[in-house]
């Protein structure tokens, strides 16, 4: 543990405050929930209520090798965001902008194929079943207007 207090840390091209315990610093990374963050904490031997301010420099670079590859670490496959990958078939963890830009692909590609999902994400409708009756009415429908006068 070192003396010296850092306010924001650099982890994996985002910067985390220093005063954030371990296990909820993580989670500012976008494709990092809490349950997952605790679990690469206890992977790598850390105390999860520290401070990450107070981490060293080579602790950071096991959380960066940890969020790249977290199966090498016994991270179990059911906790990662891209299992058997549609293109590849791979099973990989995503995090920050890759997250994204893989989202958006996938959302594109449902769109081009005419899917019911991709047509339900184009007209802004709930996409999972859910019922529209009374609810997703806020910005598309406009509802009965009284006649002035």
Not at 110 to 134: A, D, F, W
Request: net charge positive.
């Amino acid at each position: 543990m070192e003396d010296e207090f850092k306010h924001l840390v650099r982890i994996s091209r985002k910067d985390v405050d220093g005063k954030k315990s371990i296990k909820h610093a993580l989670t500012d990374i976008r494709g990092v929930g809490l349950s997952l963050s605790r679990t690469f904490g206890i992977a790598l031997g850390f105390d999860l209520d520290q401070k990450i301010g107070y981490i060293s420099d080579d602790d950071i670079v096991k959380i960066e090798k940890i969020l790249e590859d977290p199966q090498g670490f016994g991270v179990p496959d059911w906790m990662l965001n891209r299992r058997e990958d549609y293109a590849t078939g791979e099973t990989s963890h995503l995090i920050e902008s890759d997250l994204a830009m893989t989202l958006r692909d996938d959302l594109n590609r449902m769109r081009k194929t005419r899917s019911y999902k991709g047509r339900r994400h184009e007209v802004g409708l709930p996409v999972r079943g859910q019922r529209t009756k009374s609810t997703f009415r806020k910005g598309s429908s406009v509802g009965v207007r009284r006649r002035r006068g």
